[in-house]
């Protein structure tokens, strides 16, 4: 008799912790970009969502002081500006959402959401912005990627929309 699906060997998950650092790594040095956000489904195949999103979190932010230091005021602040609140808002939401939602339903966002990130990367090329509009776009690429970043680390692509109509170096 079977009491649900097999778990993973301890040796398994830390395998896969020790890969989505690595892979971490190299998609904030820019090598490996498109695995990136494939992590948190890989970690989230060994472990239940909810532990993985936030085992992941502190390997994130530590990658992501690497990243802030090589660009250290290399920035807009009036993009950051324009994001931010917007974030917020999304990172709010995300959190309600994450709070009241079982296992099974978290796995299904985590997987629609790397759908739908699939599917940008596919079209992404062919994504043609306003550039004069930029501004309009702030809201929707931050709160998205608020939302996003909170439940399943795929803050990213909005953001890169929506830096694509700023005319960043």
Request: one cysteine or more.
């Amino acid at each position: 008799m079977c009491d649900g699906p097999a778990r993973p060997s301890e040796l398994l998950v830390i395998a896969v912790i020790a890969l989505a650092a690595f892979l971490v790594g190299f998609s904030k040095a820019g090598v490996a970009g498109t695995l990136g956000p494939s992590v948190t489904v890989m970690v989230a195949l060994t472990m239940p969502a909810d532990d993985a999103v936030g085992l992941l979190l502190p390997i994130l932010i530590i990658a992501d002081w690497f990243t802030v230091a090589a660009h250290w005021k290399q920035w807009d602040l009036a993009i950051y500006r324009r994001l931010l609140a917007a974030a917020l808002i999304g990172i709010a939401v995300g959190s309600l959402v994450i709070s009241s939602v079982d296992e099974e339903m978290l796995r299904r966002i985590i997987a629609v959401a790397m759908l739908v990130y699939a599917v940008f990367y596919f079209f992404s090329r062919r994504i043609q912005l306003d550039s004069d509009r930029s501004h309009l776009y702030a809201w929707p690429a931050g709160a998205t990627a608020g939302l996003t970043s909170t439940f399943a680390h795929l803050g990213g692509p909005p953001i890169f929309v929506y830096l694509m109509t700023t005319n960043l170096d």
